[in-house]
């Protein structure tokens, strides 16, 4: 992991967020890289999820909601983890955890072994409270949304009635969630502050359980869980949470707030209110996992090669577009054939800085997937040299033929992987 963070912050993937106030206790910022690789998981999430289904629609709901949203959904009550305290050194441990922790006094123990005495647990809710408007009491408290999931249920009317679909159908939504963890950590697997992208859908009741085939730790809303894990440098950890949620959320919000959640079949004349799966993931997972299973450290002949080696389509460069040397007309040639190449729509990074081969490693540790390099021969018979990051095989190629030839590359890729 020490790897991956170091070279997060060289690239510009990942920086420490308020950096320069001394960071804000595991919270992160994205840099140029970073948020190329965010945009691209959320592109193909969206892109599988939604626009290649016709039977899922997308939605964008706020993150602050009505906070009865939240007492009917269950998280005001429920959504909290046992804490305890230790009276002497003050620190907060979660109370199903304490084999895991330390003492922060004495390293060697956990808590409660140490010379310290803990409280008894006590439910330490995980939703960050804020309040809206003027006027700060407890009257105008809201919730920033610790899932984006009730915001779809909220919409489950409006979206039915304007799109006309019907059950089994699914609302798929990108967006921040907040949730005061008490123990954050490993990078930006456990964050306060991170982006979900899950998806409702909602499906006749009965049909639910075929989805399912095992038990696992169950969501206060849920009567069948199944998670997908990754081993993480630290371990096993969940990426993805397949939920099924029952009739929970849309009948709990029904007779919350009057307003009838019920499907009405034209064609059975069945009334019923939908049972939901929801396969809920998260993006900043996601890309931790891309990066973990991208970096490799290659030995060669007589070096060490770090290379990411991303999937094209979620490598946040597509070509490295390299002048040999800062003169002779070469770096002029290299933005023009690089403003042919982002108007095909391929996103390029241009780099005259230190000997080519620094500037092709440089590339090949942002996981830049193809460099190309403008010289001498450019001018006698308009090719370029095509530098391939995985097996560093290098082409000449016509200028005219380049962007066929890069989306053929990059088709072939997408085949073979
Ligand atoms: N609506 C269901 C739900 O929120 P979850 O398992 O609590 O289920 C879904 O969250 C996904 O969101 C997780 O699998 C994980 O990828 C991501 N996630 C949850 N808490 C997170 C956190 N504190 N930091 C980063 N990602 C988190």
Same mark, same amino acid.
């Given at each position: ?52 289904? %016709? ?10 909601? =009505? ?57 330490? =809710?995980?939703?960050? %409270? ?49 949730? =005061? ?237």
């Amino acid at each position: 992991m020490e790897k991956i963070v170091s070279l997060c912050k060289r690239r510009g993937f990942v920086f420490q967020a308020s950096e320069i106030y001394g960071g804000i206790g595991n919270t992160y910022d994205y840099g140029p890289l970073g948020v190329e690789l965010l945009r691209r998981v959320k592109d193909s999430w969206w892109s599988a999820m939604v626009r290649e289904r %016709e039977d899922v629609v997308g939605l964008d709901s706020a993150i602050i909601q =009505n906070p009865k949203t939240w007492i009917t959904s269950g998280h005001v009550g429920g959504f909290s983890d046992p804490m305890v305290d230790c009276k002497k050194c003050k620190s907060r441990f979660r109370a199903d955890k304490l084999e895991d922790a330390r003492c922060p006094e004495k390293p060697s123990k956990r808590p409660g072994a140490c010379e310290g005495e803990l409280t008894e647990p006590r439910a330490f =809710n995980l939703m960050f %409270e804020t309040n809206v408007g003027p006027v700060k009491d407890s009257s105008s408290i809201a919730y920033l949304r610790p899932e984006t999931a009730q915001g779809i249920f909220l919409n489950f009317k409006n979206v039915l009635e304007s799109s006309r679909l019907k059950p089994p159908f699914g609302i798929a939504q990108i967006g921040k969630s907040f949730r =005061n963890e008490i123990t954050p950590g490993n990078f930006v697997f456990r964050t306060r502050e991170f982006e979900q992208a899950e998806m409702e859908f909602f499906v006749p009741p009965g049909t639910e359980q075929h989805w399912f085939d095992y038990k696992d730790e169950l969501a206060h809303y849920s009567n069948f869980t199944s998670d997908i894990e990754y081993e993480y440098p630290f371990g096993w950890g969940e990426l993805e949470g397949v939920a099924s949620r029952t009739d929970f959320d849309l009948k709990r919000h029904s007779e919350a707030s009057g307003v009838d959640l019920v499907y009405f079949d034209p064609q059975t004349k069945e009334h019923f209110t939908p049972f939901v799966i929801e396969p809920a993931g998260g993006v900043n997972r996601i890309a931790l996992t891309l990066l973990i299973d991208a970096y490799e450290e290659e030995q060669l002949a007589d070096d060490v090669r770090v290379v990411l080696r991303l999937h094209p389509a979620v490598a946040p460069i597509t070509v490295g577009v390299l002048p040999l040397v800062k003169k002779e007309g070469m770096p002029e040639k290299a933005k023009e054939i690089g403003a042919k190449l982002r108007r095909a729509g391929l996103t390029t990074y241009y780099d005259e800085k230190a000997a080519i081969g620094r500037r092709y490693r440089r590339m090949d540790e942002a996981g830049t997937p193809y460099c190309i390099t403008i010289d001498g021969q450019t001018f006698e018979d308009d090719t370029v040299t095509v530098r391939e990051r995985d097996s560093m095989a290098q082409s000449r190629v016509a200028v005219k033929d380049l962007v066929e030839h890069l989306a053929a590359a990059t088709q072939a890729w997408r085949r073979m992987r």
